[in-house]
């Protein structure tokens, strides 16, 4: 006689010819750990990580602190402009000599970013940005002191070398606090501020060189460098990602430069972060040595070398007519020395609406390019992957619709424009100048605000580029433009007049014009191979680590 069937265990197994087989109860043996989840006061929430920790306040105001010391680039190299006449006076020393001091700041100002600018990469942005300023206050108290030509052109030197650093410096925090569809607006507000000098530096220079002496415009650098030096090492957070991550890590004890005000951001901020343990550990594992060839490599390699040596030609240009105006305006109109400093108001202006109209325009374009690359993507994957063939029997080759995403066409879209408009500017203004009896004199003060929008419009383009191919080593990627553009502009700035006396500004700023159009070729090969070249480099450098 069969016992009555005992209730069905709905874990055990009912196919016939089976032997039941009893299953544990999965919830008998997750109690205890539930409890234990339970238990815990603050269970860690799941999100993905920031890019940074800033918000957009806090990145408003650092990036508002780094474009105010990237002035002082510009201001040590336009405020002394109106007074070189007065210097050679007072030394009893040649115009010519005078002149000399220009030339040798460019070429401090190309070299000195190779060295902090690795510094910068690898020791944290404020330690680079203190040690310049200090160097940069240091010579300008010197100049102010100095009573001798070879002191005058010493210390110009080392001024040069302590601040012509800080444009670098600031491009590596805008890349370490910035994702690149937010890059180029934030890149052109920084633009705009490293470019203020270049308008009113020159009117400011004339004005206390007139009224005080050439010395004074070194005692007001003295003053805005001490004052503003204050207010970088109080406000100025540390953002170098191998130091302190996204924000998130706190540097070790020891580091204390590094980590104040950090500390004020991280709990300020309105982004939400969590704190990853063992900081101190983590940042010895990350920290890099200091390399000093980085910029050079950067220079000669041939995913970067195409485009930044088409941006030193066009900024080499640039340079020299606007060191030519103050000859050719004083000559062939007349001006006395504050009109001429007044007349680079318009270049001025164009470099500072350039670099913001450029900004917005960079990030538009990159999401465009990037929407449609996106939805290309989406396009092929789904066509060569139908949804009828299962996951795991689908060909390997459906992958390989993915391409990398097209930087250059995100990022360079405008130069063909810009070199455009920037030769024919650059013309006119040689053509026009020559005859001040028949072109009133602002037709060519207007060339100049072309000039000064469409050059400092493809150094935006350019710098932002770089930025985004060397996101680890953004600063000694400006410094490796820097040394180019200012190698470059030095040469020319130094043989400018005296073509110019020799053929005529006309066909002296013709000559510029052939080479510009011959630098455009470096622009195309940048565009069309570069892509390629990248990702051959990227790939190499996978196979290093």
Known sequence: MQSPAEPQDPHQSTYPGHHQQEIPQPQLELQPQAAVELSDPKPPPHFDEPHTIFDARQKKLIIALISIAATFSGFASNIYFPALTTVSTDLGISISLANLTVTTYLILQGLAPSVWGPISDTQGRRVAYVGTFAV???????????????????????????????????????GDITTREERGGYMGVFQAGLLLPVAVGPVIGGALSGALGWRSVFWFLVVYGGVFLCLLITFLPETLRCVVGNGSRIPSSGNWLARFPLSVYQRTTRVRFSKPDGEVAEESKTRKRIDIAGPLRILTSK??????????????????????????????????????????????????????????????????????????????????????????????????????????????????????????????????????????????????????????????????????????????????????????????????????????????????????????AGAGVQVKWAGAWRAQAEAREAEDK
């Open 303 to 520: 995913h970067a070398a195409p485009i930044i040596l088409f941006l030193a030609v066009y900024y080499a240009v640039w340079q020299m007519s606007i060191t030519a105006l103050a000859s050719l305006f004083a000559s062939e109109y007349g001006l006395s020395e504050t009109q001429v400093g007044l007349t680079y108001l318009a270049n001025g202006a164009g470099c500072i609406l350039g670099t913001l109209f450029t900004g917005k325009i960079l990030d538009s374009d990159y999401s465009r390019v990037q929407r449609v690359y996106k939805q290309e993507l989406e396009k092929r994957q789904s066509a060569s992957s139908p949804l009828f063939i299962p996951e795991g029997q689908r060909p390997q080759s459906s992958t390989s619709c993915e391409e990398p995403f097209p930087l250059e066409k995100a990022r360079l879209r405008l130069l063909p424009l810009f070199s455009t408009l920037q030769c024919l500017s650059v013309l006119l203004l040689g053509w026009t100048i020559r005859f001040p009896d028949k072109v009133p004199l602002a037709i060519p003060i207007i060339t100049t605000f072309v000039t000064g929008w469409t050059a400092i419009g493809t150094q935006s383009l350019v710098m932002t580029y770089l930025v985004d191919v060397f996101p680890t080593r953004s600063a000694a990627a400006s410094a490796a433009l820097n040394l180019a553009r200012c190698m470059f502009a030095a040469g020319g700035t130094s043989f400018i007049l005296p073509l110019v006396e020799a053929v005529g500004a006309g066909w002296a700023f013709t000559v510029c014009i052939g080479l510009q159009i011959l630098a455009l």
């Open 136 to 174: 940069f206050l240091g010579a300008c108290i010197g100049l102010a002191l100095t009573h001798n030509y070879a002191g005058l052109m010493v210390l110009r030197c080392v001024q040069s070398a302590g601040s012509a650093s800080t444009i670098a410096i600031g491009s590596g925090v805008l």
